[in-house]
């Protein structure tokens, strides 16, 4: 069965940046593309962007254009997130999640709580 | 983009049906058949309900289906049970090659 296992919580002052894990097992980040999806407290879930099965292609939502940048390390099957500049707006909990094919999310990992606070 | 619309609430009391209605436009919802629903308990990560509009992954109950008319799509859980009480959210594909989140639903078994 897909498992996602996610990098621990982190905490940061305002202005530094964060990267967030997400290890993939029983099956290869290859063929499918990885979600990156943050919640704020109490809040609804966001879409931040996707990165291809490729590995070469990504696509970010407008309003972390410029903040974040999705990558992947083949040689052991992680994902990553890294968003740059952070505020305490950025304080949430991140999920990363797998999609097949036709923008549904069949496994997600467990979240990474991230704080942002000086 | 703004988030799809859903209702902040339903509730129902064990054995009844509810729906749960989850409005974009026709950038999103409209004109895709690509839209999902995530089930998510209190202090969990989501969990794959449906997904294109109708399906259903293996080990989902067959009281929860899905539909579509026009720009809305919904959620229906028939024979509500105590165990159904979290917070749905619904998504959409958009003609921006982007995914956008509904609000929300928090549901409660009466």
């Known amino acids: 069965q897909a498992q996602l296992a996610q990098s621990g919580a982190e905490a940061r002052n305002p202005g530094a940046s964060v990267k967030v894990s997400c290890k993939a097992s029983?099956?290869?980040?290859?063929?499918?593309?990885v979600h990156w999806v943050r919640q704020a407290p109490g809040q609804g879930l966001e879409w931040m962007g996707r990165i291809n099965p490729n590995g070469a292609d990504t696509v970010y939502a407008q309003k972390f254009q410029g903040r974040v940048t999705m990558t992947r390390d083949t040689s052991i099957n992680t994902a990553y997130m890294d968003l740059s500049r952070l505020t305490s707006d950025d304080t949430a909990v991140y999920y990363c999640a797998r999609e097949p094919t036709g923008s549904y999310y069949d496994c997600w990992g467990q979240g990474t709580l991230v704080t942002v606070s000086s | 983009q703004s988030a799809l619309t859903q209702p902040p609430s339903v509730s129902g009391s064990p054995g009844q049906s509810v729906t749960i209605s989850c409005t974009g436009t026709?950038?999103?919802?409209?004109?895709?058949?690509?839209v999902s629903w995530y089930q998510q308990p209190p202090g969990t990560a989501p969990k794959l309900m449906i997904y294109?509009?109708?399906n259903r992954p293996s080990g989902v109950p067959d009281r929860f289906s899905g539909s579509k008319s026009g720009n809305t799509a919904s959620l229906t859980i028939s024979g509500l049970q105590a165990e159904d009480e979290a917070d749905y959210f619904c998504?959409?594909?958009?003609?921006?090659?982007?995914?956008?989140f509904g609000g929300g639903t928090k549901l409660t078994v009466l």
């Open positions: 029983e099956y290869t980040l290859t063929g499918y593309f």
């Open positions: 294109q509009v109708s």
């Open positions: 026709s950038s999103d919802v409209g004109s895709y058949n690509r």
């Open positions: 998504s959409s594909y958009t003609n921006i090659n982007t995914v956008i």
